[in-house]
DNA sequence: GCCAACGTTGGC
DNA sequence: GCCAACGTTGGC
């Protein structure tokens, strides 16, 4: 119904470090992408992250249904082995590869297996909580892009971009200070917007930036807490007692320090969790029926 | 249905 | 390795 006519554009994330889970190994980095050629993306346990993933369509599909073109175009981040020693870390994560969807969603059935990693008791065969995709490899970045360039122009005030990376013009810089990996980084599957696509792609293939000075230390300045602390003295917040706080984690003992900045920091988180919560919610409901939608009364 | 607490992630 | 951010759970 939507008669979209251009590509849609992901940024996933890859697990480059080795965690063992249940004994095993969950470990899946580009090398090992790069490898086995087409892959699925099993894993993912997020409510966010696989409503994107249920978007995402095979060029196949795509065209042959061509009401529905939403060619999903993977960007995959991943993490550099080797150089976190040195104090290197901070340009060892990036973008290093491109990838395409294979198989469109399907339900992810990892999560039934008791004895895998991904084991989720919640998520049944007859209705399965979970999905996946399978994506193909594409090729390498010729030029690894490191989270740390994007943060480092994110960050920047200018609007345009430092001389080296002139080919980005405005609407590139724009588009990275939007970007998802940048605002909100923890997401492990992001919309890519065209403009952000055609800023990487550019990075990727034209480099430049060696002579930049990536390295994080530039943060002085307080965030940019203020703003948001005006934003969070709201009514809500007022009529809020302030019940003492129940320590009952597992080492009762352990004692932590909320004191200082309980003020304005517990409002913030408040408010903060509201609206992530109501935003999962909405995620949540996005595969019902319009009609089952509901604001709240 | 709301919110505090928990556990995990990820940047540094 | 530490700590802030934040998604999810569970008690009420």
């Known amino acids: 119904m939507d008669g979209e006519t251009t590509p849609k554009y992901w ?39 696989r409503n994107l993933m249920k978007e995402m369509q095979p060029k196949e599909k795509a065209q042959k249904h061509c009401s529905i073109t939403r060619i999903a175009r993977i960007q995959v981040y991943d993490r550099l082995a080797g150089a976190s020693d040195e104090g290197l870390t901070f340009c060892t994560q990036g973008i290093a590869a491109f ?40 090729s390498r970045t010729k030029h690894f892009v490191p989270l740390a360039l994007l943060r480092y122009i994110a960050d920047s005030s200018a609007d345009s971009p430092p001389e080296e990376l002139d080919y980005l013009g405005e609407a590139g ?69 302030p019940k003492p706080r129940k320590k009952k984690a597992k080492g009762s003992d352990s004692e932590d320090d909320f004191d200082e900045d309980d003020e ?3 409002e913030e988180v408040i408010s903060k969790t509201t609206s992530s919560r109501r935003k999962r919610k909405a995620e949540d409901y996005q595969e019902l029926p319009a009609t089952r939608r509901r604001t709240k009364a």
Request: no cysteine.
């Open 11 to 49: 940024l996933l994330k890859a697990e480059p470090d080795s965690r063992v889970v249940k004994g095993k190994d969950v470990k899946f980095s580009v090398d090992d992408f790069e490898t086995v050629g087409t892959s699925p993306w099993e894993g993912v346990r997020n409510f966010e992250a």
């Open 264 to 266: 304005w920091s517990e």
């Open 173 to 241: 810089v724009a588009a990275i200070k939007n970007m998802d990996l940048v605002t909100r980084g923890r997401l492990s599957i992001q919309r890519v917007s065209p403009d952000a696509w055609d800023a990487i792609e550019q990075l990727a293939d034209n480099g430049g930036w060696d002579e930049l000075d990536l390295s994080p230390k530039k943060k002085t300045t307080a965030k940019k807490a203020p703003a948001e602390r005006t934003i969070s003295a709201h009514p809500r917040a007022a009529k809020q007692k």
């Open 99 to 138: 990838a395409e969807v294979a198989k469109a969603a399907y339900p992810d059935h990892t999560a039934w297996d008791s004895e895998h990693p991904y084991f989720d008791a919640k998520s049944k065969q007859e209705d399965p909580k979970w999905f996946m995709v399978d994506l193909a490899f594409v």
